[in-house]
Nanobody, 125 residues
């Protein structure tokens, strides 16, 4: 499975961006998918996760109410809609996929089998 993230950029505080992550592989519809981010000098943190059907979603407290994760299994793509962006959201954003469809430890980066290359999000104040 290969993941290709896109949609990052430079935006002013309060603005919006939508990240996309396109995946190869026929079993995409059964994967748990997640978005993580890593700011310079910091660890990679969980942002959002979504179950295989799209019905179950998870968010970090810092983004709850501002970010929305969704998926289109017909297009093998997962999205992260980011509204109300803050300078603290500045980071390299990664998408990740896990073949295990269970919803245990969605926030744990170690469970994910595949990672995209990252897309940079920069929020200016």
């Amino acid at each position: 499975v290969q993941l290709q993230a896109s949609g990052g950029g430079l935006v002013q505080a309060g603005g919006s961006l939508r990240l996309s992550c396109a995946a190869s592989g026929r079993a995409f519809a059964s994967y748990v998918l997640g978005w993580f981010r890593q700011a310079p000098g910091k660890e990679r943190d969980f942002v959002a996760g979504i179950g295989w059907s799209g019905a179950t979603t998870y968010y970090a407290d810092s983004v709850k109410g501002r970010f929305t994760i969704s998926r289109d299994n017909a297009k093998n793509t997962v999205y992260l809609q980011m509204n109300g962006l803050k300078p603290d959201d500045t980071a390299l954003y990664y998408c990740a996929a896990d073949q295990d469809p269970s919803l245990n430890s969605v926030r744990d980066s170690s469970r994910y089998d595949y990672w995209g290359q990252g897309t940079q999000v920069t929020v200016s104040s």
